[in-house]
């Protein structure tokens, strides 16, 4: 009998007061869909210490290492960009060739959020659209950091882009869900047996 592939559940819900419930959530959706999802928080990590974050991190990428493929929440986070955490187990993933499903509570692009909340001017002379520091911003229509974007569309599966309410914004699912979808059919489509990373 083949084992369900495995997938891991990235994102700022690690920062919720009910983070485990979320996680434990999340995990029991991925079983219903044929997968085992690996939350972070299943990873035991010292109480304490000096070297508790190195711990941390080590334990995450061993996971990411173990993991078939990822999903990862890029909802805007303390800020108009997705958590930086999250963000890196993105790249690092993908790095290791594996299929990536990214999905955003907000449906606004990067430009469109930032000039709602008053972080965007746009320059008459230079013809750009400006933050703050007067430097640049993207403006390409994408959810945020084209490179973010970009990295799930080269694989063939575009940032799934869902309008959550304010209360719900990091614990909304219905992106989550639609991620597994497509998770469900890459896999599907290697048959039986087959891995459906891209390399090891």
């Not at 173990?66 to 108009?80: H, Y």
């Not at 945020?144 to 080269?154: K, Q, R, S, Y």
């Amino acid at each position: 009998m083949n084992e369900r592939p495995k997938i891991y559940l990235a994102g700022p819900e690690v920062f919720l007061d009910n983070a485990i419930e979320i996680g434990q959530r999340k995990k029991e959706i991925c079983t219903g869909y044929g997968f085992e999802g690996l939350f972070p928080f299943d990873n035991e990590a010292p109480a304490m210490g000096a070297n508790r974050d190195l711990s941390i991190y080590r334990a995450n990428v061993a996971m990411m290492r173990r993991a078939d493929c990822g999903i990862f929440n890029l909802t805007p986070f303390r800020g108009p960009h997705a958590d930086v955490g999250t963000v890196f187990e993105l790249g690092l993933l993908t790095g290791f060739g594996k299929p990536a499903f990214g999905y955003s509570n907000e449906e606004e692009s990067l430009l469109d959020r930032m000039r709602r909340d008053e972080q965007a001017v746009f320059d008459e002379v230079s013809q750009q659209w400006l933050d703050a520091l007067r430097m640049a911003i993207e403006h390409f229509g994408n959810a945020d950091n084209l490179m973010l974007d970009a990295c799930l569309a080269e694989q063939g599966h575009p940032l799934v882009r869902h309008c959550a309410s304010a209360a719900n914004r990091f614990t909304d699912l219905d992106g989550f869900v639609r991620c597994l979808e497509l998770a469900r059919q890459q896999f599907a489509t290697v048959g039986p047996g087959r891995s459906a990373v891209y390399a090891r």
